[in-house]
């Protein structure tokens, strides 16, 4: 089982900047991957960003270059920093951890919304 607190978020200007942060109830390296997918209106739920247990990090094609995935062992907390956000970036951003190895199970953060509108 992992539990999140999740913080961050609200609206942002285009070209603005935001910070998402994610505070697992276990040890970092006891996650296969721990990140954040988004979902837009109408859309399907997509990735964002992970890290995985030995610190790679994994982005995705929208987002590559503009945020940037990062965590703190000790409080065991993963942050999303996002610069130039563009009108597209508007969605409910979840936290994500998987765990397992013969089965991998994901577990879900209650999300936090970002809107990007001027």
């Known amino acids: 089982q992992v539990q999140f607190v999740e913080s961050g978020g609200g609206l942002v200007q285009p070209g603005g900047s935001l910070r998402l942060s994610c505070a697992a109830s276990?040890?970092?390296?006891?996650?296969?991957?721990m990140g954040w997918y988004r979902q837009a209106p109408g859309k399907q739920r997509e990735l964002v960003a992970d890290?995985?247990?030995?610190?790679?990090?994994n982005y995705g094609d929208s987002v590559a270059g503009r945020f940037t995935i990062s965590r703190d062992i000790a409080t065991k907390t993963v942050f999303l920093q996002m610069i130039n956000l563009k009108p597209e970036d508007t969605a409910v951003y979840y936290c994500?951890?998987?765990?397992?190895?013969?089965?991998?199970?994901?577990?879900w953060g209650q999300g936090t919304q970002v809107t990007v509108s001027s």
């Open positions: 994500n951890a998987k765990v397992g190895v013969t089965t991998v199970f994901d577990y």
């Open positions: 890290i995985t247990a030995g610190g790679v990090a």
């Open positions: 276990r040890s970092l390296f006891s996650i296969n991957r």
